[in-house]
């Protein structure tokens, strides 16, 4: 298991990846994970604040098979998406791994290095615009916590890197071990949210516009309430169009879009941490029926309410 870091990688996603796999080993991984931590010239990357880590080797001098590649990311991603050198070496070694994967910000190295052409991927959501700007060869979905696509992984914000390893883990020792694991860590197997990054309620400031900030407001508090968009517009006294083309301008979204947004994710809150029934949970969302609850998961996250609660409860 290789991990690629440089200077300014994120200390985080390199030991989510690192103490992840590490504490595998601690629990009966057999055979056991041999991580090596590498970078340009094998010389010491500094990560903030300052802090100075060794590594095991020089990246350009690694030799022989190797499972699984593993780009870190971090503030430095920039200045080693341009590094050619680096990129070669990235490319070198992801030619004969079983997998390659990245965290966070690294995707941007592997789509510099042409490993993500025509491939869907994630990356941490603030830099996932950014990532489709540079490169239109790679579908950019910023939603997930992390993607699989064929042979190569992307992952989200820094701590998604212990998902990512832990489900490396599953594949490779089986679930049981993989429970174990997340134990050790005292984290979820399968986090609550697995299919969105961050809640539409701290995704992103708050915005900028007083009225879209009432209006959004509103809807945190009151999910059971009639949202439509007639409804809103009237509350703060605009037209449907003009309240639309301000949540389009300050949200990217329209207001029915945020709704469903905000219903559908607090009824994933709901369903991790309590025990009320599906019924309760749609009324309580401003869902209504249990089936519109369930076309909106699947549309959202691609599984039913039911799925999501019994993957949280499986990973406890």
Not at 96 to 104: L, M
Not at 162 to 173: A, K, P, Q, R
């Amino acid at each position: 298991m290789v991990v690629v870091a440089y200077d300014d990688a994120e200390l985080l996603d390199i030991a989510c990846v690192t103490s992840t796999l590490a504490t595998a080993n601690d629990r009966g991984a057999d055979p056991p994970y041999a991580v090596r931590l590498l970078s340009p010239g094998g010389r010491p990357v500094t990560c903030r604040p300052g802090l100075h880590l060794d590594v095991h080797g020089a990246l350009e001098r690694s030799v022989g098979e190797i499972d699984t590649l593993v780009v870190a990311g971090g503030y430095g991603h920039e200045r080693a998406a341009a590094d050619d050198v680096l990129l070669a070496h990235v490319r070198r070694l992801a030619r004969d791994a079983r997998r390659v994967a990245s965290v966070c910000t690294g995707a941007s190295v592997l789509a510099a290095a042409g490993l993500l052409d025509g491939r869907r991927a994630t990356t941490h959501w603030h830099f996932a615009g950014d990532l489709a700007r540079a490169h239109p060869a790679v579908t950019v979905d910023p939603d997930p916590i992390f993607v699989r696509d064929g042979a190569v992984a992307t992952s989200a914000g820094v701590t998604s890197a212990l998902d990512l390893t832990l489900s490396f883990v599953e594949e490779d020792h089986g679930p049981a071990l993989a429970r174990r694991v997340a134990r050790s860590l005292v984290t979820y197997l399968q986090r609550p949210g697995t299919q969105a990054q961050m809640s539409v309620h701290v995704a992103a400031p708050p915005p900028a516009n007083d009225l879209v900030r009432t209006v959004v407001d509103h809807v945190a508090g009151h999910l059971d309430d009639d949202l439509g968009a007639a409804a809103l517009a009237g509350r703060v006294g605009v037209s449907e169009r003009h309240l639309t083309r301000l949540f389009r301008a300050h949200l990217g979204r329209s207001p029915a879009e945020h709704v469903r947004r905000a219903r559908t994710e607090a009824a994933a809150h709901l369903l991790a941490t309590t025990d009320l029934p599906l019924p309760r949970v749609a009324a309580r969302c401003g869902f209504g029926t249990t089936e519109t609850l369930r076309t909106a998961f699947l549309r959202a996250y691609g599984r039913t309410p039911t799925e999501h609660r019994r993957a949280f409860v499986t990973s406890r």
